[in-house]
């Protein structure tokens, strides 16, 4: 009796632990997941404050008047905040959600999506007309850069009130998952606290063009002009 209740015991043990090493192997495989996820953020960050920083440096170095504290303080003597042949760079977080067609881009239920930053630059041939490209990471695990973007910008200055509201359109290439060409559609609104230094918010909504499912994405970051 007492070898029949050993063996029952010794077994029951091998099937909590036979059933044990799969949930174990999840768990372990969940967390790497993350941890990739997590790493693939703080490189786009990485690499987007590194392109700022030097850019404000060079900015620095070539004209002796400029000095950080020119880039946060509120103009309210300048007349003209947004200017033609003006370059701009840009770094923002990104927060996309899959829409199965156009109309759903109006669903004000936006949870379940994925969160991620990204880096962008924008060139402005007069103080209306201008075009851009810009490109993102999301925490999905998948390759360092998700998407690159090019836009056509149409933005109203609104010196007075240091405003910009802007539309964007344009195209571009998916690289997460299979490769595919996109186009997309949207509107923005741009807050500077002078020439140099500003905010902005915008959405988009995002069409694949021959596979793969729609989605909207939100923009908000910082915006550098020069």
């Known amino acids: 009796m007492t070898l029949i209740a050993s063996s029952s015991r010794f077994s029951s043990r091998s099937r909590v632990n036979a059933n044990s090493c799969p949930m174990r192997k999840q768990e372990q495989i969940k967390t790497k997941g993350e941890s990739n996820q997590i790493m693939k953020i703080k490189n786009v960050l990485i690499v987007a404050a590194t392109v700022l920083l030097a850019a404000n440096t060079a900015k620095a170095e070539g004209d002796s008047s400029w000095n950080w504290n020119d880039r946060f303080a ?43 930053g990204g880096l962008g630059a924008n060139y402005f041939f007069t103080r209306v007309v201008g075009i851009g490209a810009d490109t993102f990471a999301e925490d ?87």
């Open 140 to 226: 999905n695990g998948g390759g360092f850069f998700d998407a690159v973007n090019g836009s056509l910008i149409l933005r109203l200055p609104m010196d007075a009130a240091h405003l910009a509201p802007y539309a964007i359109g344009g195209g571009g290439r998916q690289l997460e998952g299979s490769d595919h060409w996109t186009a997309h559609a949207g509107v923005g609104l741009e807050f500077r606290l002078n020439q140099y230094t500003g905010i902005f918010i915008d959405g988009r909504h995002v069409f694949h063009i021959d596979k793969g499912t729609d989605y909207t994405m939100l923009r908000s970051g910082f915006r550098i002009a020069f």
């Open 74 to 116: 509120y103009d309210r003597e300048n007349k003209e905040i947004y200017r033609a042949n003006e370059l701009t760079l840009d770094l923002f977080g990104v927060y996309t959600k899959e829409r199965a067609k156009f109309n759903d881009t109006f669903d004000r239920d936006l949870r379940h999506g994925d969160f991620g």
